[in-house]
């Protein structure tokens, strides 16, 4: 079989056109970057039990041990390892923010879609969602944490409340510039029933500032959790948080400051990482940006 010219000229260009990743790579470094951090944390965290030891195993015979082959960040005042509790207290930050970032995601998602698109409950809704709006998200959880029990499920609620007007009035906003557009509009006068105009017209529209805003409540959501835990009203003190971590360190900051330093630089980096890839996706789906692109 014989190839022309042309067919050879495609081919060599097919094989040297970059792949998708690297594209992305070129165009939005912010996306790769963050994400893959965010990645890398996410696995390290999921193999805790393969390489980091029991958090809650306690010696006080190397209480405030120095970093060795033995304890890669030392040992905090009950001789804990100080490594082992910061690997297994990314799990909750993660799983606070992750878990957090989606509830306000669904609920503020199906709040802002009813808002926009139905005009008799727009006033009820964002009414409701200004008031919690002006509730301070520390004192809101506290509250809540105070009456119920501090534990995980309720410290997610208790974050991802007050998250959720903000993602309500993002996607509100977006529904009410997309139902007036002609094809919204040829679409219900064509006699497409609700469901069917939302579905395949206005929430295709509300997801790329929907994951925008959802990156930036995961990062205010893990703040939020290690404030909490810092102030003794997070997750109960047993179970290794990085909020906890430094509060019960903090006295102990001269003698063996890995104990505050190494939960303190995984929260940064994490809460980093969380910023980074919602700046990335900003500039992913941002009209303008493609258009100076």
């Known amino acids: 079989m014989r190839l022309s010219s042309a067919n050879i000229n495609s081919m060599s260009t097919a094989r040297v056109r970059p792949s998708n990743l690297s594209r992305l790579a070129g165009r939005h470094p912010l996306v790769l970057f963050g994400g893959g951090l965010l990645m890398v944390l996410i696995i390290l965290a999921l193999a805790a039990p393969i390489y980091a030891g029991d958090p809650r195993s306690m010696d006080p015979f190397v209480r405030l041990k120095p970093p060795s082959t033995e304890y890669w960040f030392g040992t905090d005042n009950l001789g804990r390892d100080v490594f ?97 557009r002609p094809y919204v509009e040829a679409a219900v006068c064509g006699g497409a029933r609700l469901p069917k105009v939302l579905w395949r017209h206005i929430l295709p529209s509300t997801i790329p500032p929907l994951m925008v805003q959802s990156a930036i409540v995961c990062a205010d959501a893990i703040m939020t959790e290690a404030g909490l835990s810092f102030l003794g009203v997070g997750v109960p003190p047993e179970i290794p948080s990085w909020g906890n971590m430094i509060s019960s360190s903090r006295v102990y900051l001269a003698s063996a400051p890995l104990t505050i330093f190494a939960p303190g630089i995984f929260l940064a980096i994490t809460v980093l990482a969380v910023n980074l890839l919602g700046d990335g996706l900003r500039d992913l789906f941002d009209p303008r940006a493609k258009r100076r692109r």
């Open 84 to 180: 082992a509790r910061t690997i297994y207290g990314a799990r909750i930050s993660l799983v606070v923010g992750l878990v957090s970032a989606l509830v306000a995601a669904c609920v503020g998602l199906l709040l802002g879609v009813v808002a926009g698109y139905v005009r008799a409950l727009d006033n009820v809704i964002m009414r409701v969602m200004d008031a919690l709006m002006s509730i301070p998200t520390i004192l809101l959880a506290i509250a809540l944490i105070s009456l119920i029990g501090p534990n995980i499920g309720i410290l997610i609620v208790a974050v991802s409340l007050p998250q959720t007007p903000s993602v309500a009035r993002l996607v509100r906003s977006v529904v009410l510039s997309v139902r007036e």
